[in-house]
């Protein structure tokens, strides 16, 4: 119907604000999604707001702003510059609401896939940015792809800068609830981390190491995609920083030796890393859990300061798994308390950290 009658179809969605209720979003949404038809609605709706009457069904200026902007961003009359001194005017996607920001990100998802538009948004990705901090799931990842969409277009010393920030605001992604999120976001981060050029390449290598404890977790991931897109990430950094253990272990897939090999290249972040550990001890999944009680056994033995309050500082953070709901888990913290408390004495099981950082490797290549 939108594609034979868009008039039609146009002047009753604009009787209907996207605000009003959810069926009302729901068809908005659904209209702004199809790449076939977007550019003769938004063309129609272009057409439209020009009558004052139907302006004033609008609920408000702001809706009446984003989806003016994105008719004229899907028009061949308006260059890359035009829109961008438009918006500019106005960043109407400074703070949106929720439901208006949904509806934007999906017509902006739809249009970004044309190359034609795609080069236009450029001028529209830090306020993107900005938006996603207390994002709905749904709209990080409609925000990722018009990042991906946009930026994939764009030449390295233009999509430099906005690589630098982008990834600071993808690190926290890697560990959200989602499986699609997590997944999206280390493919995205693995591509931008690539894009950058000059100056901004020293920056980006301190940006990336920060990363690289996250990713070799997320390669125990319990969602395969994920793990898979996390060893592809690690790969991509190992190169960035020209660390060629970790290259080479990643691209062999010796999981069970890339923690130490971590903790090895760079001694002087083994602090920090067990920092990053730590919140891995309360994840949800068994198997993230696993990856940093192995990882801060390993750790340990790598501190400067290896004082026995140090020491028990680390075992008091493994003794909260003693009640975990996983007995792998309770039991390879309660082992790998025995050993950091008797360094100097075998266990009477035989174990050593190292190999309690292989031994599940090996349970779950089984």
């Given at each position: 119907?939108?594609?034979?009658?868009?008039?039609?179809?146009?002047?009753?969605?604009?009787?209907?604000?996207?605000s009003c209720d959810s069926a009302a979003l729901a068809m908005w949404e659904v209209t702004l999604s199809q790449p076939h038809t977007l550019e003769k609605v938004l063309r129609e709706v272009l057409s439209k707001l020009q009558d004052q009457?139907?302006?004033?069904?609008?609920?408000?200026?702001?809706?009446?702003?984003?989806?003016?902007?994105?008719?004229?961003?899907?028009?061949?009359?308006?260059t890359s510059e035009e829109f961008a001194g438009l918006y500019k005017v106005q960043r109407y996607l400074r703070r949106p609401s929720l439901v208006l920001l949904s509806l934007v990100l999906r017509g902006l998802?739809?249009?970004?896939?044309?190359?034609?538009?795609?080069?236009?948004?450029?001028?529209?990705?830090?306020?993107?940015?900005?938006?996603?901090q207390d994002a709905s799931t749904d709209n990080k990842m409609k925000a990722l792809l018009v990042f991906r969409n946009v930026m994939g277009r764009m030449k390295r010393k233009e999509a430099s800068p906005t690589a630098l920030q982008l990834v600071e605001k993808l690190l926290p992604l890697f560990d959200d609830e989602s499986s699609q999120l997590r997944e999206l976001s280390i493919c995205l981060f693995k591509d931008v981390i690539q894009m950058v050029v000059g100056n901004d390449k020293q920056q980006m290598k301190k940006n990336v190491r920060r990363s690289l404890l996250p990713l070799f977790f997320h390669m125990s991931d319990q969602s395969e995609s994920v793990a898979k897109a996390s060893r592809e990430a690690l790969l991509v950094a190992a190169k960035l920083l020209k660390w060629k253990q970790?290259?080479?272990?990643?691209?062999?897939?010796q999981t069970c030796r890339i923690g130490e090999c971590?903790?090895?290249?760079?001694?002087?972040?083994?602090?920090?890393?067990?920092?990053?550990?730590?919140?891995?001890l309360k994840d949800a999944q068994v198997t993230l859990r696993e990856a940093a009680v192995r990882f801060i056994g390993l750790a340990a033995q790598h501190l400067r300061d290896k004082s026995e309050e140090k020491l028990s500082e680390?075992?008091?953070?493994?003794?909260?798994?003693?009640?975990?709901?996983?007995?792998?888990?309770?039991?390879?913290?309660?082992?790998?308390m025995l050993i950091?408390?008797?360094?100097?004495?075998?266990?009477?099981?035989?174990?050593?950290?190292?190999?309690?950082?292989?031994?599940?490797?090996?349970?779950?290549?089984?």
């Open positions: 119907m939108t594609d034979q009658c868009p008039r039609e179809v146009v002047t009753s969605l604009l009787k209907l604000s996207p009457r139907l302006r004033r069904m609008f609920s408000s200026s702001t809706e009446d702003t984003c989806i003016h902007h994105l008719a004229l961003l899907a028009s061949s009359d308006i998802v739809t249009l970004s896939q044309r190359p034609e538009t795609a080069g236009k948004m450029l001028v529209l990705l830090p306020d993107i940015m900005e938006t996603q970790l290259k080479h272990l990643t691209q062999t897939q971590l903790l090895v290249q760079d001694r002087s972040r083994v602090e920090e890393y067990l920092s990053q550990s730590l919140p891995y680390i075992c008091t953070a493994l003794q909260l798994l003693d009640k975990d709901a996983e007995l792998s888990v309770s039991s390879l913290a309660a082992q790998t950091l408390r008797c360094p100097r004495e075998q266990p009477t099981s035989g174990w050593t950290l190292r190999a309690l950082c292989c031994w599940p490797c090996k349970g779950r290549q089984k």
